[in-house]
C-alpha cells in the first residue's frame, strides 16, 4: 500500500496527481493499524520465512510477520502448479547451461537457485498482467507461458528475440540494469488512464538497486500511484561485486520508504512464503493502492555466465550453505509432508521437465538459418531509402559470392 | 533563460518544392476543414501547439508530458493550455527525471499510447540517452516489428538565443547517429506545424528537434489549408516526411541547411543575390531519413554547394551530407563542397556565440571559395 509520508509538519499541503489527499490516507493508516506510516512502509523486521530450509512450515509467529499482518498459506493446487514450474525451472537452467557448453547457446545466464523467485514472479499475476523480466529470468518468461525456444531465442545468437512482448504481456529480457522498470512503470500507467486494472510486475537485481533508472522508476510509481511490483531478486552478487558495495541501506527493501511506498522482504528460496508475500502485493496493487517494492533474499548459485569464473570472488564455503537452502529440495519435502505430492505426482512432474528439457535439446540444437535481409528489415515500419541501398548492396554482394561459389564448383 | 529571449529576424520562408506538392490535391477537402480561416500570422511557437492540440483531439491515445509541459505550458510555452483543455490524464507533468520521461512513454508507447515528450533543452536530454538509443531506437528491431513505438520526443535545441551552458546545445548528430530513429528538424511556421503532426503520426520514434531561436519567429500561414493538406494526406497515405524542400531557387551554387541555419542561409543566398550570385537554398528537414533525391539534384544543377550546421563540424550531420553529396555528385562539382559550421568547442558563453554560430558573412565566404574562376 502506498501512502505518502505525512508533510503536514512541514505546513506542504499535498493534493497527489491523480486527485487524492494523501493525508486522508495516512490518517486511514493510523486508525487501521495503529502505527505511523513510516512504520508501515517500513519492511517487516526480518524476512518473511515460511517454510523453512529442511522443510518445516514455521508457526505463524516466527514467520517474520508483525502481529495482524499474518500471511495466509497458498492454495494447494496453486502450490502444486508453482512446484511444477520450479521442477521445470531448474531442468531449463541445467539444460540450457549444457547446450552452452556444447556450443549451442552463446550465453545463458542461469538463475539456478532463484527458480522459486522466478516461479512465483509468474504465477502471482493474471493474464492481462504484465511482466517484465531481465537476462537471467527466461525461466519467470516461461513460466509465464512463452514457448521455450522462444525465450531462448536471445541467447541462441540469430537474433536479439524470440517472442513476441505484447502478445504474452512480457517484456524483452531487459540488458541494461533497471531501464525495463521504467517501461513497466509506463505500461500501467497507460492502463490506469484508460481505467484497466491491469498489475506490472517489474524484475531487477541487487546490484540494479545503484542505478539510476532504479530510483526514477520507484519514484514515479509511487507519484503517480501505479500498479506495480519491483520485485528484486538479491542473489547476493553483481557479477562479482557483493551486496555491501552496492549498498549499506538496512535492506533494499527499506529503500521503499522514501518513496513513499511500503516495502517487503521474503526468503527467496521459500516459494510458499514468495507466493504468499506477492499475491497479497498484485491484490494490493489491484486494488488500488499504489506500487510496492519486494525484497527476495536469494543466491546465485552458479558464476553469472559461464564467461565468468565465481572462484575468484566467493569462498566455496559460501555457497555449500546456500545448498543448504536450497528451494526444490524444501519445497519437495514439504509438499511430500502434507500428502500433496505423491510418486504419480513427482513422476509426471519430472516427465513433464524431461519433456520440456527435450524441446529445448531440439529447438537450439538444429543450425538455425539465419536471413541477413532481416537485417533491414525491421529497423523502421518501412525501411529509409539508404536502408533499401544498404539492403541491395548486401544482396548483390550475396549474389556474387553465390555465383562465385557455383563457378568454383563446376 | 527565459523565453522572452528567444526571438529571431531572420528571413522565413514557406516551404516549397515536394512539400507542397500535396497541397493541390487537397484543395478539394479543405472545405471540410471547420477553422479554415485563411493566412494569418503566427509563431512557430503556436503552430507547434496547435500541431499538438490537433493530435490530441483526433487521437486520444496522444498525451503530452515532461517538466512544466502542464500548469506552466513549457519553459518555451509550447504546450500552452493544453492541460487547460485536455485535462490532467492528457497532459501532465512529471517528476524531474528525463530517463523516467523517456522510460515511462516507452512502456506507454507498448501499451497503446502515442506519447508527445518534451526535454526541457537539448542538453538535459542526455540523462535519457541510454534509454533512446537502448530502447526507444531497437525495441522494434528486435521485437522484429510486433512492438512499435510511436512517440515523439521534443527536444528544443540549438543557440542564437543568448542561453547559458547546457542551454544551446545542438545534439542532432547523436540520434541522427543511431539507427532506428527518425530525426526530424523544421525551418518554418508551416513545418513546424505539418511535420509536428507527421512525427506524431509516425509508427516509428521520432527525435523532433525544434529550432529554440525559431520558437518566436513568424509567417503567414493558411492553418486550415495546412490542417486539409494533413487530412488528405492521411486519407491517401502519402506525406511530405523525409523529404527535404527547396527552401529559395538558384542557379550557382546550393546551401544545404536544416533547423536554425535555414534562415542564416536565406539571409546569405539574398545577400548574394545582391551581387549577383544566384544561390540555392535546400531545407533539409528531415535529416532522418535523408533526401538524397532532392539535395543531388540541386547540387547537380549548382555544381557547387556548401553545408550549414550550427552542430560542430567534426562527425556530425553536416560531415555526412557532404560525404553523402560527393559520393553521388562527385563529376558535377566545380569545387569541393565546404561546410559552414560551429567550430569545434563547447557551445560557447553568450558573449561569444556570435563568433561560434554560422553566419551570413562566413557562408558567403564559403561561397566565394568555391573557385569560381574555373
Known sequence: ?410 | MSPEVATSSEAEHAATGDVSSATASAAASAAAVAEASGPQTITMAKALNTAMADAMEADSSVLVFGEDVGRLGGVFRITDGLMATFGEQRCFDTPLAESGIVGMAVGMAMNGMRPVIEMQFDAFAYPAFEQIVSHVAKMHNRTKGAVKLPMVIRVPYAGGIGGVEHHCDSSESYYAHTAGLKVFTPATVADGYRMLREAIDSDDPVMFMEPKKLYWSKDQVDLGAIRAEHAANTATGSSSEGRAAVARSGTDATLIAYGPSVPTALAAAAAAAEEGRSLEVIDVRSIVPFDDETVCASVRKTGRAVVIAEAHGFASVASEIVARVQERCFHYLAAPIRRVTGFDVPYPAPKLEHYYLPSVDRILDAVDDLQWEN
Open chain 1, 1 to 410: 500500500m502506498t501512502i505518502s509520508a505525512d508533510h503536514e509538519a512541514q505546513g506542504l499541503a499535498d493534493a497527489r496527481p491523480d486527485g487524492t489527499d494523501s493525508n486522508d490516507q495516512a490518517s486511514e493508516v493510523r486508525r487501521k493499524f495503529g502505527i505511523s506510516v513510516e512504520d508501515y512502509m517500513l519492511p517487516a523486521r526480518h524476512q518473511i520465512q515460511m517454510v523453512d530450509p529442511s522443510g518445516v512450515l514455521k508457526p505463524e509467529d516466527e514467520q517474520g510477520t508483525e502481529p495482524g499482518h499474518e500471511y495466509p498459506i497458498p492454495g494447494d493446487a496453486e502450490l502444486m502448479a508453482a512446484y511444477e514450474q520450479l521442477v521445470v525451472g531448474r531442468r531449463v537452467n541445467d539444460q540450457n547451461s549444457a547446450l552452452v557448453r556444447q556450443g549451442r547457446m552463446a550465453v545463458y545466464p542461469s538463475s539456478h537457485g532463484q527458480e522459486a523467485c522466478q516461479v512465483a514472479a509468474a504465477l502471482c499475476l493474471r493474464d492481462g498482467d504484465w511482466l517484465f523480466p531481465t537476462y537471467r529470468d527466461a525461466v519467470a518468461v516461461m513460466s509465464r507461458g512463452v514457448d521455450p525456444v522462444e525465450t531462448m531465442t536471445i541467447f541462441r545468437g540469430d537474433w536479439h528475440g524470440g517472442y513476441d512482448p505484447a502478445k504474452h504481456k512480457v517484456g524483452i529480457q531487459c540488458t541494461p540494469l533497471t531501464t525495463q522498470l521504467l517501461h513497466a512503470v509506463g505500461v500501467a500507467h497507460a492502463a490506469k488512464l484508460r481505467g484497466e486494472d491491469t498489475v506490472v510486475l517489474a524484475m531487477c537485481g541487487d546490484g540494479a538497486t545503484s542505478e539510476g533508472d532504479f530510483h526514477e522508476a520507484l519514484n514515479f510509481a509511487a507519484v503517480f500511484h501505479l500498479p506495480v511490483i519491483f520485485f528484486v531478486q538479491n542473489n547476493k552478487y553483481a557479477i562479482s561485486v557483493p551486496l555491501s558495495q552496492q549498498s549499506v541501506a538496512p535492506s533494499l527493501a527499506h529503500k521503499a520508504v522514501g518513496y513513499g511506498m511500503a516495502g517487503e522482504r521474503v526468503d527467496g528460496n521459500d516459494l510458499v512464503a514468495l507466493l504468499a508475500v506477492l499475491d497479497r502485493a498484485v491484490k494490493l496493487a489491484r486494488e488500488g493502492s499504489g506500487p510496492l517494492l519486494i525484497e527476495a533474499h536469494t543466491y546465485r548459485m552458479q558464476a553469472h555466465t559461464n564467461a565468468d569464473d565465481a572462484t575468484r570472488y566467493r569462498a566455496d564455503s559460501e555457497v555449500a550453505e546456500w545448498t543448504a537452502k536450497d528451494p526444490i529440495s524444501r519445497m519437495t519435502t514439504y509438499l511430500n509432508g502434507r500428502g500433496l505430492l505423491d510418486d504419480d505426482a513427482s513422476a509426471r512432474i519430472a516427465a513433464k521437465a524431461e519433456a520440456v528439457a527435450s524441446q529445448l535439446r531440439e529447438g537450439l540444437g538444429q543450425d538455425v538459418s539465419v536471413d541477413p535481409q532481416n537485417l533491414f528489415r525491421y529497423v523502421f515500419s518501412t525501411p529509409t531509402p539508404q536502408l533499401k541501398e544498404q539492403s541491395a548492396l548486401l544482396a548483390d554482394e550475396l549474389a556474387r559470392e553465390a555465383s562465385s561459389q557455383k563457378e568454383a564448383g563446376k
